[in-house]
């Protein structure tokens, strides 16, 4: 049903590196989101865009950065990691109506 | 923001048996969605129900919006159905899209 894909799956990483996490779909959509969400908790989203250059900041505040040059693509990159920012990470995308997510990035930073 | 509460937190069921997920949320909506997150992490969206009432197979959800909640039902339950369950509402005031999340209720479906 849902054509939306994110790589890697599992990452762990050491502190101070750099990482992006990909984010792509394939359904034309204009808006595309990514939400936080620790173990057994809620989601919480972290940052949305609305179409191509258009990125806006979410309801938690995150130190992780996105972009939105290509309709399909939406990266998520951390500068720096820490053991703080240890999480899992979900990507979604909609139209009017129904949201889709992609399978999740699970991000261990050791 | 819209608070958005699910209850109950845990729920733990034998196979076969009927349940119904409540969400309850703190102002008007536009949108409303109901997901099943399995074991893997993967949200799957079951509905998007703003109002109304809706039938998928064993599943069916019902939104009252002028009294702010929603069900959802699950009958003959399979272990399959096991997972959390998340209500997510959306308002107009930001085109309803951008998901307010519940904190989810854990179901467990028993062999």
């Known amino acids: 049903e849902a054509d939306i894909y994110q790589t890697p799956r599992y990452l762990v990483i050491g502190t101070g590196k750099k990482i992006t996490l990909e984010c792509s779909q394939t359904?034309?959509?204009?808006?595309m989101y990514w939400y936080q969400q620790d173990p057994g908790m809620e989601l919480h989203l972290i940052h949305y865009?609305?179409?191509?250059?258009?990125?806006e900041k979410g309801d938690l505040s995150s130190e992780s950065t996105v972009s939105r040059i290509r309709t399909e693509h939406f990266p998520l990159t951390l500068e720096s990691a820490r053991p703080s920012h240890t999480s899992q990470y979900l990507c979604?995308?909609?139209?009017?109506?129904?949201?889709?997510f992609g399978q999740g990035t699970r991000l261990t930073v050791v | 923001g819209i608070q958005v509460e699910q209850s109950p937190p845990d729920l733990i069921l034998q196979e076969g048996a009927n349940s119904t997920l409540r969400c309850n949320f703190s102002?008007?909506?536009?949108?409303l969605q109901w997901f099943h997150q399995n074991p893997w992490g993967q949200l799957i969206n079951l509905f998007y129900?703003?109002?109304g009432t809706k039938q998928n197979g064993r599943l069916s959800a019902t939104t009252v919006a002028t009294e702010r909640y929603s069900l959802l039902y699950i009958s003959s339950s399979q272990t399959t159905d096991s997972g959390v369950y998340f209500c997510?509402?959306?308002?107009?005031?930001?085109?309803?899209?951008?998901?307010?999340f519940g904190t989810g209720t854990r179901l467990t479906i028993i062999p």
């Open positions: 129900i703003p109002s």
């Open positions: 359904m034309g959509h204009d808006k």
């Open positions: 102002d008007s909506v536009n949108n």
């Open positions: 997510a509402v959306g308002a107009s005031n930001f085109g309803n899209e951008k998901l307010t």
């Open positions: 979604a995308s909609s139209e009017r109506t129904k949201a889709f």
């Open positions: 865009s609305y179409g191509v250059n258009s990125t």
